[in-house]
């Protein structure tokens, strides 16, 4: 995968600088408010590296009276030890968020409250179960995933890297949907099926793609690199690169206004593309 788009506004940080910015942003967290001292020692301090940090927060959020954090720990950390393609993720995922997001100012946000970074990071742990054959514990993933987020992934599904999920509440995406890199959603956002058919029946989001608020895309249709689908459209057809769609159901409107929609975060549409 492609993990040059997403790397931190004008430089790309290598793991040990973007572990390192964490900690002197929890440092100085913790000066600021002393309340919050034990939480962000407990979080970001206390480890070594942002992968057992991400462990941590993965065990503490989804750990319930079924399974304890003990287990969940040990589960995240054999998937970073075998994959380290998804710390990789991780971090790419974590800088969209502080590049595209303006209410982001601090590595440490995503991290510790957006539970749009914190479920992407959940689902991804899902997805490596599956792809080892253990369907069971990555539904349960899934499962929590949904309860304590309210985003609901299959865990079958394919995301990119350098993906942003914006709030994030009411998120679901289908068993057979991809979603490429650098792909921005915000929330209520469907990619979901149009029926009981079986087999692959969900969108395919392209490369670098903007999906505002409340959007829903539905079945087996393709979705152009750096398109724009604008908020509360029913997409139900083919959308070509570079192009933005608006409507229910959703018609193209015009050109997606910029080279990488998806880093813009531009959701406003022309008044000559509203009539």
Not at 84 to 96: I, N, Q, W
Request: charged fraction near 20%; include cysteine.
């Amino acid at each position: 995968m492609n993990m040059q788009h997403g790397m931190n506004r004008t430089m790309e940080l290598d793991r040990d600088a973007v572990w390192a910015q964490v900690r002197d942003e929890a440092r100085k967290a913790i000066q600021d408010e002393p309340l919050l001292g034990s939480v962000i020692h407990a979080g970001l301090l206390h480890h070594e590296s942002l992968e057992a940090a991400l462990a941590y927060r993965f065990s503490q959020k989804l750990a319930s009276g079924e399974m304890n954090e003990q287990i969940l720990r040990e589960i995240v950390d054999d998937a970073y030890t075998s994959s380290p393609e998804l710390a990789d993720a991780s971090r790419a995922d974590l800088l969209a968020v502080y590049d595209r997001d303006p209410a982001t100012h601090r590595l440490i946000q995503p991290i510790l409250f957006f539970k749009g970074f914190q479920a992407l990071q959940a689902y991804r742990i899902a997805h490596w179960l599956w792809q080892r054959g253990r369907a069971d514990m990555a539904y349960f993933v899934q499962m929590r995933c949904s309860e304590c987020f309210g985003v609901d992934i299959h865990p079958a599904a394919r995301i990119g890297v350098g993906v942003m999920i914006d709030h994030a509440h009411s998120i679901v995406i289908g068993e057979t949907a991809t979603v490429g890199n650098d792909v921005s959603m915000l929330h209520s956002v469907t990619l979901g099926g149009t029926g009981k058919e079986d087999g692959d029946r969900h969108p395919k989001i392209g490369d670098g793609v903007l999906i505002g608020a409340g959007a829903k895309v539905l079945g087996n249709i393709r979705v152009g690199h750096h398109s724009r689908i604008a908020a509360g459209s029913v997409v139900l057809h083919e959308v070509p690169a570079c192009k933005t769609v608006a409507g229910v159901p959703a018609r193209v409107i015009g050109d997606a206004g910029c080279s990488e929609p998806s880093h813009s975060m531009n959701q406003l549409l022309g008044n000559d593309e509203l009539y």
